[in-house]
């Protein structure tokens, strides 16, 4: 198994940036694919990008396109998250996850059994 703890959440004005983070233990962290999600209040989790194990491969939900992006340091066991040009609507809680596979996955929450907790990112306008 894989244990996920995300990091680097807080407080951002909108047009701003935030790098989230989500340190990896447990199984060998190149054996797994890895995805960000989030959900908002009173809404869905929604997926929001994914990666393959050696992150040369990345996959964005639509509206994630061109201002976050997805990376990955094997070396390190992380995962992050760079996002730019913050919207008051990117507020949610954002969760990393991981799934035992070294191929990227389409996004949807079955395919990752493995969950952190999740970190807050509020964007004020």
């Known amino acids: 198994q894989v244990q996920l703890v995300e990091s680097g959440g807080g407080l951002v004005q909108a047009g701003g940036s935030l790098r989230l983070s989500c340190a990896a233990s447990?199984?060998?962290?190149?054996?797994?694919?890895m995805g960000w999600f989030r959900q908002a209040p009173g809404k869905e989790r929604e997926f929001v990008a994914a990666?393959?194990?050696?992150?040369?491969?990345?996959y964005y939900a639509d509206s994630m396109k061109g201002r976050f992006t997805i990376s990955r340091d094997n070396a390190k066991n992380t995962l992050y998250l760079e996002m730019n040009s913050l919207k008051p609507e990117d507020t949610a809680v954002y969760y990393c996850?991981?799934?035992?596979?070294?191929?990227?996955?389409?996004?949807?929450?079955?395919?990752?059994?493995?969950w952190g907790q999740g970190t807050q990112v509020t964007v004020s306008s």
């Open positions: 996850a991981a799934r035992d596979s070294p191929k990227i996955a389409a996004g949807l929450e079955i395919e990752y059994p493995y």
């Open positions: 990666i393959n194990w050696s992150g040369f491969s990345t």
């Open positions: 447990g199984r060998t962290f190149s054996s797994y694919s």
